[in-house]
Each structure stands twice: as structure tokens, then as C-alpha cells.
């Protein structure tokens, strides 16, 4: 079975500042691949960044990356240059194994202040 | 567009009352999966569908049911709505095994009185 670990319930960052969530997971599998979700006010869950665990690289796209420690089994999403529109629940998932399950954390409400 | 689409939007019903959640998807995805979201617990699976006919259990499946007739659509079935069903639901698909995510539909608000 595999789990994911949101630690921290809620954030805030200031506009145009960085922050960082934190993610960590276990699995047994050699294969998986971890995922951020943002789910907005309109409650839509929408796919931020995807990573794959054979890759040694970070994901990136544009304001968003990951740093991905796969020893320590951490994920985590840094924003850059945060803006009120991504004020958002985000979830950090994982797929590992045949059974192709998303199993998500308990996520992160992230509050972007003017 | 590629998209799931979920209806209804909303629903408020009495306890006991039968009642579906229908979802579909264009995009000729193998994999289906329905969820429940709860404050503070994320999402919840219920139930997952790999291909036409083949469903399983997922995390928390007692009180509800699926079926997977044809490969577009998979609906959730309560047929005795109980108040702890109130949540918010959503309807994932995705090919691949998953490995590049999932495309979820808009979300129904359920609540159960």
C-alpha cells in the first residue's frame, strides 16, 4: 500500500514571494510517478506538475518545480513569484503499481495575501 | 474538448432515497475512478473501473455501487443515502495506467438530510 503526507495544513505567502509545500510518500514499488493538483474556490481539480521517479531531474513548468528527493521520499512544490490566483487547495498524489490507484494527501490550503 | 463530465453539479436528498451520480468521458480512457473529498481527510477513493466490465473496491466503497456497461461512462449508485454520505464527489479518468495523471470532472456536492 502506498501513502502520501501533507504535514502542513495551511499556508500563506505574500504576493510575488516563494513558498514551498511539503509532500512525503511511501511505496514498495519501483515504478511511480507523484503528481501536484491545485483545486481552486471553483472547486475544479486541475494537474500543476508531474514527475517521474526514474528521473533524477526536477520537473519544472514556469512559476512551478518540484525538488524531488527520492532517497528521503520527498516531493515537494515550490511556486515563484506567487500571485493572488493561486490562492488554492493543493494535493500532492502518487500512482505506483498495476492497480493504477491516485492516492492523495490530505492537502495544503494555500492563501496568496495582496 | 477532452473532458469528464459529471452531473449533477449539485444534489440535496433524503435519507434513503436512491439515487445516481453520472460521469462520462471523451477521450476513450480505460481507467475510471470515483472519489470522495472530506475536510481534512483529501480524497478518498471508492471505486475504480479498468476497463468495460471489470470493476473493484477502493478505499472506502460500503454504501455505494458502480458499473461499467460501456467504455465513455461510469456511474455511482447510493442506494440508501445516509448523512454520512454528504461530500463532495469526483470522477477521474485517465489511460496510461495513470502515469499522466488524471483528468477529473467539476465535482458534485452531495448532501444527505
Known amino acids: 500500500a502506498q501513502t502520501v503526507t501533507q504535514s502542513q495544513p495551511e499556508m500563506s505567502v505574500q504576493e510575488a514571494e516563494t513558498v514551498t509545500l511539503s509532500c512525503t510518500y511511501d511505496?514498495?514499488?519501483?515504478?511511480?510517478?507523484l503528481f501536484w493538483y491545485k483545486q481552486p474556490p471553483s472547486r475544479q481539480m486541475i494537474l500543476v506538475i508531474r514527475q517521474e521517479a526514474y528521473k533524477q531531474q526536477n520537473a519544472t513548468e514556469n512559476r512551478f518545480s518540484v525538488n524531488f528527493q527520492k532517497a528521503a521520499k520527498s516531493f515537494s512544490l515550490k511556486i515563484s513569484d506567487s500571485q493572488l490566483g493561486d490562492t488554492a487547495m493543493y494535493f500532492c498524489a502518487l500512482v505506483a503499481g498495476s492497480n493504477y490507484k491516485l492516492t492523495f494527501g490530505k492537502g495544503t490550503l494555500l492563501t496568496v495575501n495582496p | 474538448e477532452a473532458q469528464v463530465t459529471q452531473n449533477p453539479r449539485y444534489l440535496i436528498t433524503v435519507t434513503g432515497k436512491k439515487l445516481t451520480v453520472t460521469c462520462s468521458q471523451n477521450m476513450n480512457h480505460e481507467y475510471m475512478s470515483w472519489y470522495r473529498q472530506d475536510p481534512g481527510l483529501g480524497l478518498r477513493q471508492i471505486y475504480y473501473?479498468?476497463?468495460?466490465?471489470?470493476?473493484d473496491k477502493g478505499d472506502v466503497p460500503e454504501g455505494y455501487k458502480v458499473s461499467r456497461k460501456e467504455k465513455r461512462n461510469f456511474p455511482l449508485i447510493l442506494e440508501s443515502p445516509s448523512p454520512n454520505q454528504t461530500s463532495l464527489y469526483f470522477c477521474?479518468?485517465?489511460?496510461?495506467?495513470?502515469?499522466?495523471?488524471?483528468?477529473f470532472g467539476s465535482g458534485t456536492r452531495l448532501t444527505v438530510v
Open positions: 473501473s479498468m476497463n468495460v466490465e471489470v470493476t
Open positions: 511505496t514498495s514499488e519501483n515504478n511511480y510517478y
Open positions: 477521474a479518468s485517465s489511460n496510461s495506467g495513470g502515469n499522466y495523471g488524471y483528468t
